[in-house]
């Protein structure tokens, strides 16, 4: 299978669509239909590089403390719909494989799938913006020196990482491999679950 590579090939298409505006607030991109899987790849990386982007901004030493705050809160909404994503698309994979019959000595993984093909659209952004440094022509040959070292290993990360999702793919699909899904009960974002929030209710 090279679900994962196609899946590479989606972010990387969505982090340089981004990078056309270059505004968190611009609208998106979308060549995909919605409801496609390819849509949903496609989306979830437009969070990634929106979230990305936010934190960036945050970082900002000069930054309004109240302008900082409402930031905080978007990235915090931004973390939210990261995650729903992710379970959205293990969801799928859950799916696709529900008829695959599981050998007796078939193990889990540390990690699901789409928390995999999360971390492989954060790599999409890294390549992007360590070649952008790489390349930048106002910084030193130093710098750009470390930055294209880094971008190599972030490069080899990436065809290391494309091969053991699309390996674990194919292990589920052979009932070598099983899918168990934990769902992330974020607490800090629940009203009551959070002592801040659901204090603020009882008050």
């Not at 340089?16 to 790849?41: M, N, W």
């Not at 070292?149 to 990482?161: I, M, N, P, S, T």
Request: glycine share 2%; with cysteine.
């Amino acid at each position: 299978m090279d679900f994962a590579r196609k899946s590479y090939d989606i972010f990387e298409r969505s982090v340089y669509d981004y990078h056309i505006d270059d505004d968190v607030d611009a609208a998106t991109r979308q060549p995909f239909d919605a409801s496609t899987i390819e849509g949903v790849l496609y989306a979830k990386n437009r969070i990634d590089a929106v979230q990305w982007h936010l934190e960036d901004i945050i970082r900002d030493p000069a930054i309004d403390p109240v302008a900082a705050l409402e930031l905080k809160r978007r990235i915090d909404r931004s973390n939210q719909e990261r995650t729903d994503m992710v379970e959205e698309l293990d969801s799928y994979f859950r799916k696709i494989y529900s008829e695959v019959q599981v050998a007796p000595d078939a193990t889990i993984n540390t990690e699901s799938p789409a928390w995999a093909l999360d971390r492989l659209s954060i790599l999409a952004l890294k390549i992007y913006h360590m070649k952008a440094e790489a390349e930048r022509s106002d910084a030193t040959a130093e710098h750009r020196a470390r930055c294209a070292a880094k971008l190599a290993v972030l490069e080899e990360q990436r065809g290391d990482l494309t091969a053991a999702i699309d390996t674990l793919l194919d292990d589920i699909a052979a009932g070598r491999k099983y899918m168990k899904v934990y769902r992330q009960m974020k607490m800090y974002n629940d009203t009551d679950t959070n002592p801040v929030l659901y204090g603020a209710k009882q008050g």
